[in-house]
């Protein structure tokens, strides 16, 4: 009988720390993590750029920085999910999301959401600086209200106006060491800002019939395929180009022009064979590369900033 209501005992216990674990990950899965881990490395290029190459300067600012910035994203990507939850339950991409399968509470996204972004600010704020805290809740607002509240859902300029909201973290890291802003800071921003839509619309081509269902004038469901492949191309040469102006004002140096030229030309090839092949594979690979090229775009701005200090 005791090593009936032992077993029983253990059991139970194990059932608890499941459905916490469970749990857990339920809510994590509201933070967009992939999307998390992409900005704070675009934050840390930030930061090692404004530090000249030279980690030591970045001292007790990094660990908080970094804190606050998973929170902030976390946050705004929880909220951002909270008011579109009747569009991703009308999307085969996002139904499986939190709140349209029904594993999370609507009311309790909404303060997970709220609560990080305040803890966002406080840590920001008082261990880094309030300029950083401002730029992140700042970068917060334009994600949640801007984008998803005013763009999103009523016209086709959604993505090229709301791609500032996934720029900004480039400011935060880059004011969390100096304190300021500077040109040098809106060059890094500049290439985040017209990285978003060749990226955003790949993706758009891939799931089309998902924005069609759900009434998102994304630039496939308003302007059609084919003008979508062309302004990728479009905004591909202009990336490039934007990409180089680092080196011209003396930011950074030949290796990363090396790689900005090399990954440049891949993602132009790309959207060329995106206006060859109209099929969803050549879509789902330009979307892949897009994003490759950004960690790697950074990773150079990283490796050139220190090796050439």
């Known amino acids: 009988m005791a090593t009936s209501v032992g077993t029983s005992a253990e059991l139970t216990k194990t059932s608890t720390k499941s459905g916490v674990k469970q749990t857990l990950l339920t809510y994590l899965e509201l933070?967009?993590?992939?999307?998390?881990?992409?900005?704070?490395?675009?934050?840390v290029?930030?930061?090692?750029?404004?530090?000249?190459?030279?980690?030591?300067?970045?001292?007790?600012?990094i660990l908080p920085?970094?804190?606050g910035g998973a929170l902030s994203a976390g946050g705004a990507s929880a909220l951002n999910?909270?008011?579109?939850?009747?569009?991703?339950?009308?999307?085969?991409?996002?139904?499986?999301?939190?709140?349209?399968?029904?594993?999370?509470?609507?009311?309790?996204?909404?303060?997970?959401?709220?609560?990080?972004?305040?803890?966002?600010?406080?840590?920001?704020?008082?261990?880094?600086?309030?300029?950083?805290?401002v730029l992140a809740l700042f970068g917060g607002f334009y994600y949640v209200v801007i984008y998803t509240i005013i763009l999103k859902r009523n016209t086709v300029l959604n993505i090229l106006i709301g791609g500032g909201a996934g720029a900004i973290p480039v400011l935060v890291g880059w004011s969390a060491v100096t304190g300021s802003l500077n040109f040098e800071a809106f060059l890094l921003f500049a290439i985040v800002f017209y990285w978003t839509p060749p990226h955003s619309w790949a993706l758009a081509l891939l799931v089309n019939s998902d924005y069609a269902r759900a009434n998102v004038?994304?630039?496939?469901?308003?302007?059609?395929?084919?003008?979508?492949?062309?302004?990728?191309?479009?905004?591909?040469?202009?990336?490039?180009?934007?990409?180089l102006l680092p080196v011209v004002f003396?930011?950074?140096?030949?290796?990363?022009?090396?790689?900005?030229?090399?990954?440049?030309?891949?993602?132009?090839?790309?959207?060329?064979?995106l206006m060859r092949r109209q099929d969803g594979a050549t879509a789902r690979s330009t979307y892949k590369y897009s994003t490759m090229y950004l960690a790697a775009l950074f990773l150079a701005m990283i490796v050139d900033a220190v090796i050439l200090v």
């Open 65 to 67: 920085t970094l804190i």
């Open 45 to 61: 290029t930030a930061m090692v750029i404004a530090a000249g190459g030279q980690f030591e300067l970045l001292g007790a600012v």
């Open 217 to 243: 004038p994304m630039m496939p469901v308003a302007r059609g395929e084919d003008v979508t492949r062309q302004q990728i191309l479009l905004y591909s040469v202009q990336l490039l180009l934007i990409t």
């Open 81 to 133: 999910q909270y008011i579109d939850r009747d569009l991703d339950a009308r999307m085969s991409r996002t139904a499986r999301r939190p709140i349209p399968s029904g594993r999370v509470a609507p009311i309790n996204a909404l303060l997970f959401g709220l609560v990080l972004v305040v803890w966002s600010t406080l840590i920001l704020g008082v261990f880094v600086n309030w300029l950083a805290a």
């Open 250 to 273: 003396g930011t950074l140096n030949a290796i990363y022009l090396l790689a900005a030229v090399a990954l440049g030309l891949g993602l132009i090839r790309m959207a060329l064979l």
């Open 31 to 43: 933070t967009k993590l992939k999307i998390v881990a992409l900005l704070l490395f675009t934050t």
